[in-house]
């Protein structure tokens, strides 16, 4: 998956393979200050890579389903963009099994 094809390169956010190697928008990054790093710093979860150059996070199905507790645990520590975006990987990463799963980050 490092080589993966962006569904729409226009738009800032993180992306994740469909299942037929297109990366499909999870998550829009909005204005608030916040990247997918975020979930490793904050909570410690997945393990920063990089593909194709850019920022990765690889989470298995534990640690999506603990994403999903810590988020709505932590909901009002965290600026809610965050929270957003850890909610949407695990809307979109919990039908697809165990995983791992490569979030990728891209920015124009």
Do not use: Q
């Amino acid at each position: 998956m490092s080589e993966l094809a962006m569904a729409d390169e226009s738009t800032n956010g993180v992306y994740c393979d469909d299942g037929s190697g297109t990366g499909r928008l999870v998550h829009e990054y909005a204005e608030e200050d916040y990247d997918l790093a975020d979930i490793h710093r904050c909570f410690g979860l997945g393990r920063l890579e990089t593909a194709g150059g850019r920022r990765a996070l690889s989470l298995d199905g534990k640690e999506i389903r603990r994403l999903k507790a810590m988020a709505d645990a932590e909901s009002f520590d965290h600026p809610e963009d965050f929270i957003l975006m850890c909610l949407d990987i695990f809307r979109f990463a919990s039908p697809l099994g165990p995983g791992p799963h490569r979030f990728i980050e891209h920015l124009r």
